[in-house]
């Protein structure tokens, strides 16, 4: 298995680079670190922000945040990831200069000291370094976020309300990266459980821990490495339909709709608003229904939801791609895999070769386990 999956850097190997880029750029050692994972949402697509149902884990993959308050009102922040845009260093007045601009992945960075919920936040210096790829799918921005967050509750503490501190990075993201996104990947950026599945209600921002304990069942995390993502004018696209969609049934949010409403409603929706909502409603069931399998042990049961949310997707909610839909297809013609994520252990190495012999690019794979949210890190050697 090990040459066949990516090894994942762990949280002590982060800590140690980005503290050495620390003290070359700062001529001093950091005193404080923080990190937050990325995630994989098992099912519940597009749900979130139509306060339905999703089911993330936490994953291995972390960014870590390592610096130390300053004397002054500046902030002087520097990424490791040679991924994001350049420059990789920003100095900002933290009294002046928190809109949005370039480079992008600093604008992650402002929102969060801009929705920060103990301010104004003192000057410090900072140096952010992550194994959580970008363009991937596995939050990378919920995890900088969240991970910044978490860094500056120990320079000037909040309430520790962790619900709140979860909603503070959503509103970050909207305003100044630009996208209206739900609430789950930050939520589960900030509360993950080791060895658990979160089923999170976006409406009553509730969650439950669903256990992944069995040692004979993985989650196989294939990177196409093809870079399609939902932003610019697609996903406010998508969420706007949605409320188009909910408005016309005389809904709040799509939560509420049955799909017997949404047939009796059909000639008062567009088509493209219909086949929108006809996902979201059945995807929220769905993720109900596929936490209560995993809860019983019924995997088939889950693998079979997760085909059906994948199918919905491509032709329903019109999000997948050539690429995606062959790595589903290779995936599931191998015996012991349940859903294009979930499968038996002894499965894993059979399924990465065949679908390694059917892609038609390069994919990369990750194998792993649910693992915690936010927390502070040592920076002892």
């Not at 090894?7 to 980005?18: I, K, P």
């Not at 976020?145 to 990075?169: R, T």
């Not at 921002?205 to 004018?233: C, M, Q, R």
Request: proline letters at 4%.
């Amino acid at each position: 298995m090990a040459t066949l999956c990516l090894v994942v850097r762990t949280a002590a190997e982060l800590v140690a680079e980005a503290r050495a880029k620390f003290v070359q750029e700062f001529g001093e050692e950091p005193q404080l670190a923080a990190c937050a994972p990325g995630r994989v949402n098992l099912i519940g697509e597009h749900t979130d922000y139509n306060e339905g149902y999703v089911l993330p884990m936490a994953l291995p993959m972390l960014t870590v945040v390592v610096g130390k308050p300053n004397s002054g009102h500046d902030a002087h922040i520097i990424t490791l990831n040679k991924d994001a845009d350049k420059p990789w260093r920003v100095d900002l007045n933290l009294q002046t200069e928190l809109v949005s601009g370039q480079p992008r992945w600093a604008n992650y960075v402002k929102g969060v000291i801009h929705h920060y919920r103990a301010s104004p936040v003192p000057g410090f210096n900072a140096v952010i370094t992550s194994s959580v790829p970008l363009g991937g799918g596995l939050s990378s921005s919920a995890s900088l976020e969240v991970a910044f967050y978490s860094f500056l509750q120990q320079i000037k503490p909040d309430d520790g309300v962790k619900v709140s501190k979860a909603v503070a990075c959503q509103q970050a993201e909207h305003s100044h990266a630009g996208v209206p996104c739900g609430i789950m990947d930050q939520f589960v950026a900030v509360l993950g459980e080791k060895g658990h599945a979160l089923l999170i209600d976006c409406r009553s921002l509730e969650a439950k821990p669903v256990p992944l304990l069995d040692k004979n069942l993985v989650i196989l995390i294939t990177n196409s490495n093809v870079k399609h993502s939902l932003t610019g004018s697609e996903y406010p696209t998508r969420r706007r339909q949605c409320e188009q969609a909910a408005a016309i049934l005389g809904k709040n949010s799509l939560r509420e709709a049955t799909m017997k409403e949404l047939e009796d409603a059909k000639g008062r929706l567009d088509e493209v608003a219909y086949k929108r909502a006809w996902h979201v409603i059945e995807e929220i069931q769905r993720t109900e229904q596929a936490a209560e399998a995993l809860k019983r042990a019924e995997y088939k049961e889950v693998g079979k939801l997760m085909v059906e949310s994948h199918n919905s997707l491509r032709d329903l909610y019109e999000v997948s791609c050539p690429e995606l839909d062959e790595l589903v297809s290779a995936a599931l013609e191998v015996d012991g895999v349940f859903g294009m994520t979930l499968l038996q252990a002894d499965a894993v190495d059979r399924t990465i070769r065949h679908i390694q012999e059917q892609y038609s690019g390069n994919a990369t794979f990750y194998v792993t386990t649910p693992s915690e949210g936010a927390r502070v890190l040592s920076l002892s050697s």
